[in-house]
């Protein structure tokens, strides 16, 4: 009954739903796209929906907003915050820059649209370590603000980019352990990782990419196992395309449990059918953070 609701208000106001991979399932299942933040912020712009609700975290629909000025911008729960882009609040890394004059300031797309305007270029887990490697070797480089990436673009370009020291919780969390428990269960499993896990994960990874990297991966690789360490939503996209092939999510090693974000699960139909109905919680960014926050996803695309 929800469903058709929500598609029957969808279609009455003329919007669109996009939902991240690590949201619940009945929530990808309705939307009109899914997938990476960007891409789907990039999806939706290219449309000519007068309303975009955004099934991810609030830094999403934000970057969704700087994209698409011009369009009514929801997030179904306002609740729905991103320990990553909490870690970095704007005042914080303004006081930290201080201390790294005449640095280039590279910034992870996981965080707010007041710290994309201190920034000089934005990227994504996906193309982060190709634009860091186009800059001089000699560039002066801020990193914010997940530390395991930027440690991870270190390590394979020998660069030495200052790193804010803020992780993803749910990426962070996972151990090189908990990998190892199930390599000894499925020994021919390959094991997939994201690049804002830690070092020591990483280090056993046979692929490291990000979420649409991994789900490309795993669909034209010859494997019919795979370990995965990123949020376990994921795995439902994956076994959608690779019915045929099996997934092992990486356990949080506090719980014992699927290794989840709290954030991205507020996301429901409920939530949605109410957003949808009442126009609200509605993202809005003033003129001025929209052009500054524009300018180094503007670069990122240049690149």
Known sequence: ??????????????????????????????????????????????????????????FMAETAKILSPHKKVLLPNLDAGCSLADNC???????FLKDYPEHTVISYINCSAE????SDI?????????IVSTLPKDAKIVFAPDRNLGAYIN??????????NGACHVHDQLTAD?????????????????PECKA????HADFIGSTAAMLNFAKNDTSNEYIVATETGILYEMQKQN????????????????????????????????????????????????????APIQKMLEY
């Open 1 to 58: 009954m929800i469903i058709k609701q929500i598609l029957d208000l969808k279609k009455a106001k003329n919007a669109i739903l996009l939902a991240h991979y690590y949201t619940l399932p009945e929530v990808q299942d309705v939307a009109d796209f899914v997938g990476d933040s960007l891409a789907l912020s990039k999806q939706a712009a290219n449309t000519n929906a007068d309303i975009i609700l955004f099934a991810g975290v609030h």
């Open 155 to 164: 390590k394979e370009t020998g660069r030495k980019m200052v790193l804010w």
């Open 89 to 95: 609040s704007a005042k914080q890394l303004a006081l």
């Open 122 to 130: 934005i990227v994504t887990s996906g193309n982060a370590l190709k």
């Open 243 to 294: 019915p045929d092939k099996q997934f092992y999510g990486v356990n949080n090693p506090e719980t014992d449990f699927c290794n989840e974000c709290e954030y991205m699960k507020k996301n429901n139909l409920d939530k949605i059918y109410n957003a949808l109905l009442t126009e609200s919680p509605e993202i809005i960014l003033s003129e001025d953070i929209i052009k500054n926050a524009w």
């Open 115 to 118: 710290v994309k305007t201190l």
């Open 178 to 194: 908990e990998v190892f428990k199930l390599k000894t269960k499925y020994p021919n499993a390959k094991v997939l990782a994201h």
């Open 200 to 203: 020591t994960v990483l280090a």
